[in-house]
């Protein structure tokens, strides 16, 4: 009997070992499917492992028999994957084999999982791409009578790229590429690109990159009443002054700003708009406009925390290195200092003041003001470094 039970026990823990090792290699394969031979890959069952055996070998552009059937092997243990319908498509289009049997498996990927961006971005994609051949525009419909009947296969990949940016906003961008690869008209991105604030920002990111400024400038001047994402009204504000449509730049300018302090008050984050109206009445030539909505923005923020805050001495800091970004070093020099008359200590003014002088060729000012950040921060890393290369430089 006893004998019997270690027999018994012997057989198990065998038949345990070979289970253990046959998911184990299934696993290793899944994780590391680089280097398998035909044996190895005949040996896969796990899905996990045939699909990434799969990707590895179109990754290398290896499209053989071989591959087409590890591809029906993958949908019959893994029937239920989005990605083996799509490798079959794939595996036909890298062949530039019918396509008939490229649009099936697009197809049966598309109706096993509706809600997938990528599958429908991959289908309009290829079928954009089809359109350089006519073969591309072979009817799959037609009649068996009218085989060579021809239709625009445009519309169709022009009603999946929609319904993959629907569905996953993040793809825009890549959408977009496409549809500028293919030579798809501007306007069309306009009535394809939904209206999720994110799809908006690629869309007018993508129209700025692509120098379709008027297109660019049509839509946002037809929606920008509608507008109250701060990310796209600062997108069209830069757009509007980037392109010259300046108009655009104020009006943009003047919402994003107001969305802003709506939402958190006349903080330094409501700086930004403000610069860019600054910048634009600059580029005008109304430099007394340009000056007055940098005061008015800094009196707003001096009423609401006060004339030595840390956030209205932030502020004045930022206004001297606007003025320092144009060169205009008195003016940068007087925010600053400004700064430093509510609390002589404040670091970034301090420095600051020492790079605008060090700038305007005020050496020995611009030591001094270096010199003085190190009093307050002794580890200061640019004070260090720009006060050693001024007294390295100093007859």
Not at 51 to 62: N, P, V
Not at 196 to 210: C, E, N
Not at 371 to 387: G, I, N
Request: hydrophobic share 40%; with cysteine.
């Amino acid at each position: 009997m006893r004998s019997l039970l270690v027999l018994l026990a012997a057989g198990l823990s065998a038949v345990y070992a070979t289970g253990a090792l046959y998911l184990f290699e299934q696993e290793r394969a899944a994780r590391d499917p680089v280097g398998l031979g035909e044996e190895e890959v005949a040996r896969l069952r796990h899905p996990d492992a045939l699909l990434g055996a799969l990707q590895h070998r179109f990754d290398a552009q290896r499209f053989g028999p071989s591959e087409l059937a590890l591809a029906y092997r993958a949908l019959g243990e893994a029937p239920t994957f989005y990605q083996t319908p799509f490798f079959i498509a794939t595996y036909h289009a890298n062949r530039f084999e019918d396509v008939s049997s490229i649009r099936k498996g697009f197809e049966a990927a598309i109706a096993r999982y509706p809600a997938n961006g990528r599958l429908h971005l991959a289908f309009a994609t290829w079928l954009l791409k089809s359109r350089t051949s006519l073969n591309g525009w072979q009817d799959p419909d037609a009649p068996g009578l009218l085989p060579g009947l021809l239709k625009d296969p445009l519309p169709v990949a022009e009603k999946h790229m929609k319904r993959g940016m629907e569905l996953e906003p993040e793809l825009t961008w890549p959408a977009l590429e496409a549809l500028r690869l293919y030579r798809i008209p501007p306007e069309r991105w306009v009535a394809l690109t939904p209206p999720a604030p994110l799809a908006q920002r690629h869309l007018l990111d993508a129209l700025l990159a692509g120098h379709y400024y008027e297109v660019g400038f049509a839509i946002l001047h037809e929606r920008l009443e509608q507008l109250s994402d701060p990310d796209l009204l600062r997108t069209a504000a830069q757009i509007g002054l980037e392109g010259g449509d300046f108009d655009l730049a104020l009006n943009a300018a003047q919402k994003w700003q107001a969305v802003l302090e709506k939402g958190r008050g006349p903080a330094s984050s409501s700086l930004e708009p403000v610069l860019l109206m600054s910048r634009t009445y600059a580029e005008l030539g109304d430099l007394e406009a340009s000056d007055r909505v940098l005061e008015q923005a800094l009196a707003r923020v001096e009423e609401k925390y006060g004339s030595s805050g840390r956030i209205t001495l932030e502020f004045l800091c930022s206004l001297g290195d606007e003025y320092g970004r144009r060169q205009q070093w008195l003016s940068a020099e007087s925010f600053y200092g400004q700064a430093l008359s509510r609390n002589s200590a404040f670091v970034p003014a301090l420095y600051g003041l020492g790079a605008a002088r060090h700038r305007s060729g005020d050496r020995e000012g611009a030591i001094e003001a270096f010199e003085s950040v190190l009093r307050v921060d002794a580890t200061h890393p640019q004070a260090k470094a720009d006060l050693k290369q001024l007294l390295r430089a100093t007859p």
